[in-house]
């Protein structure tokens, strides 16, 4: 078995412990973060990411496998800024204005980082205000905005609102997701993209990024 195999294994497998020791032996053997990130870590995200789009998985393997993978990730993170090698790129996340549901848009942020990227949660009950703050801090041209309750899927539409009147924002993406939304309502708001589930929001992110 290949040496990152292992390692995929432990992430779909959910075993925390496993995969930040076998991380901390690729370390340890000279293997780059860079190397350990694409061929083992993301391979095994990108399974789980798979298998709970076809309900094979389901959601408390998949946050068992995601804190695998945070486990590795921390291992590992230090030694990818040190090394000056970025990720894909920075994405906010957040749950929108007066909705305190996080489960989904947690899974999204998991993810997002087993699909490479950089996230920052802005946690839940965003106001439009410190999206655009944020963005402007961390250089951001993707942001992901959750919502559970039909009440606030029409913030979304406001965040969009305020990134487009002010220059400095009016060119970020913006992607959406949760249960009640739809592809419809999504055009109906301007919004760039739908993901309807966590595994989806990887590829729209690249998507829209490319
Ligand atoms: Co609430 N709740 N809840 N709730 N809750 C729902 C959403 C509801 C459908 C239940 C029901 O009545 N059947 C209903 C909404 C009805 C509606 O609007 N039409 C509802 C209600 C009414 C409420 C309250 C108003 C109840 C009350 O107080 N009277 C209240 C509102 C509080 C508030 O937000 N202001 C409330 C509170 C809560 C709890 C706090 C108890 C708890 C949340 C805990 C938490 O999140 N930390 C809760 C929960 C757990 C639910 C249910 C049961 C489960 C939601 C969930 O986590 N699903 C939910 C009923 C249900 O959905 N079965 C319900 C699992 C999660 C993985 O799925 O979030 O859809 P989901 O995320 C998916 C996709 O949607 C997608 O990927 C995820 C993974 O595949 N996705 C994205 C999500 N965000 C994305 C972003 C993306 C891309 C994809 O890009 C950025």
């Known amino acids: 078995m290949s040496k990152y195999q292992d390692l995929s294994d432990s992430i779909i497998s959910g075993d925390n412990v496993k995969s930040k020791e076998i991380t901390k032996k690729l370390v340890a053997g000279g293997i780059s973060a860079v190397d350990i990130l694409n061929n083992g870590l993301m391979p095994g995200m990108d399974v789980v990411g798979k298998k709970f789009k076809t309900n094979e998985m389901y959601i408390p393997e998949v946050l068992i496998a995601a804190r695998a993978m945070h486990a590795a990730m921390d291992v590992i993170k230090p030694l990818l800024s040190e090394s000056g090698s970025d990720t894909k790129g920075k994405v ?3 749950t929108v204005l007066g909705d305190l549901h996080d489960i989904g848009k947690n899974l999204v942020g998991m993810m997002l980082e087993g699909g490479g990227y950089t996230v920052i949660d802005l946690g839940v ?3 439009p205000e410190r999206f655009v703050e944020e963005i402007k801090k961390n250089s951001v041209r993707l942001i992901g905005l959750s919502a559970l309750l039909t009440t606030t899927m029409p913030a979304m539409k406001t965040v969009i609102d305020t990134l487009k ?3 400095d924002t009016s060119g ?3 992607m959406i997701g949760g ?4 592809q419809e309502y999504t055009d109906s708001i301007g919004a760039d993209g739908y993901g309807p589930d966590a595994a989806s929001a990887v590829d729209l ?6």
């Open 92 to 94: 906010i996340i957040g």
């Open 165 to 167: 009147a002010d220059k």
């Open 172 to 174: 970020v993406k913006v």
């Open 125 to 127: 009950d965003v106001a």
């Open 179 to 182: 249960a009640p939304l739809t």
């Open 205 to 210: 992110a690249n998507e829209l990024l490319s």
